[in-house]
Structures are given as structure tokens and as C-alpha cells.
């Protein structure tokens, strides 16, 4: 099960959960086969134009830390079982969660309880 806590978005294809969450080792990992950088398909994420390509890069290196074994092509085969659609909507949640609103980093920790009298 996902735990947005943690940055995890989760599907299921034929009975089986896949997590995705964005770590720096995941956006990292992305770079190489989507020879851009993970900051610039961010933006094209937000923007609405991102390519295929980039969409399977960023979905396959999402699920590594969870499902190590996956491959680029079985990327793909997800993103044809759930729809580009799905696929598109669970990279942005997970890029949101690994980026979150500048106004929710910027805050500090909620207040400690006032003691009781």
C-alpha cells in the first residue's frame, strides 16, 4: 500500500501493487534514459508536455525503489494497462509529493502543544 508520507503513489495491474515514489536516487537514475534532466521533465510535467519517452523514463525510474527489477519496456506495458492517462496523473502525484509546495517546505513544524493548567 502507498504511504503518502513517504512520497508513494501505488496502481494495481492484474492483482499486483506498484509503488512509485521519487527519491534522489530515482531522479537520478531517470537522467540517462530520458537524457534530460529530471528538473526540466518536472516542468514539462506541470507544463502538460511531456513526451512518451519521458513519461516511461520517469514512471520506470519512480518504481525502482520498490520493484528494482523493471525494466524501461516494462514501464511501458504498465502505462499501456493503466492508460497514459493514469500513468500521467501518478508521476505528478509523486513528483509532488518529492516537491512539494514552496509554502508547505517553507513551514516550520507545527507548534509544540501549550502545557495544561
Same mark, same amino acid.
Given at each position: 500500500?502507498?504511504?503518502?508520507h513517504?512520497? !508513494? ?10 509503488? +512509485? #515514489?521519487?527519491?534522489?536516487?530515482a531522479?537520478? !537514475?531517470?537522467e540517462e534514459?530520458? &537524457?534530460r534532466?529530471?528538473?526540466d ?6 507544463? &502538460? #508536455?511531456l513526451?512518451?519517452?519521458? +513519461? #516511461?523514463a520517469?514512471?520506470w525510474?519512480?518504481?525502482q !525503489?520498490?520493484?528494482? &527489477? ?7 506495458? +504498465? $502505462?499501456? #494497462? $493503466?492508460?497514459?492517462?493514469e500513468?500521467? &496523473? +501518478?508521476?505528478?502525484?509523486? $513528483? !509532488?509529493?518529492f516537491f512539494?509546495?514552496?509554502?508547505a ?6 507548534p ?6
Amino acid at each position: 500500500m502507498a504511504n503518502p508520507h513517504r512520497g !508513494e503513489a501505488s496502481f494495481e495491474v492484474d492483482d499486483k501493487t506498484y509503488r +512509485l #515514489r521519487f527519491s534522489w536516487n530515482a531522479a537520478a !537514475e531517470f537522467e540517462e534514459p530520458a &537524457g534530460r534532466s529530471f528538473y526540466d521533465a518536472a516542468d514539462a510535467l506541470a507544463a &502538460g #508536455r511531456l513526451s512518451v519517452r519521458t +513519461l #516511461r523514463a520517469m514512471l520506470w525510474a519512480g518504481l525502482q !525503489e520498490h520493484h528494482p &527489477g523493471l525494466t524501461l519496456r516494462d514501464a511501458g506495458v +504498465l $502505462i499501456e #494497462r $493503466i492508460g497514459q492517462v493514469e500513468a500521467w &496523473g +501518478l508521476v505528478r502525484r509523486a $513528483i !509532488e509529493y518529492f516537491f512539494p509546495p514552496s509554502e508547505a517546505a517553507a513551514s516550520p513544524d507545527p507548534p509544540a502543544p501549550a502545557a495544561s493548567v
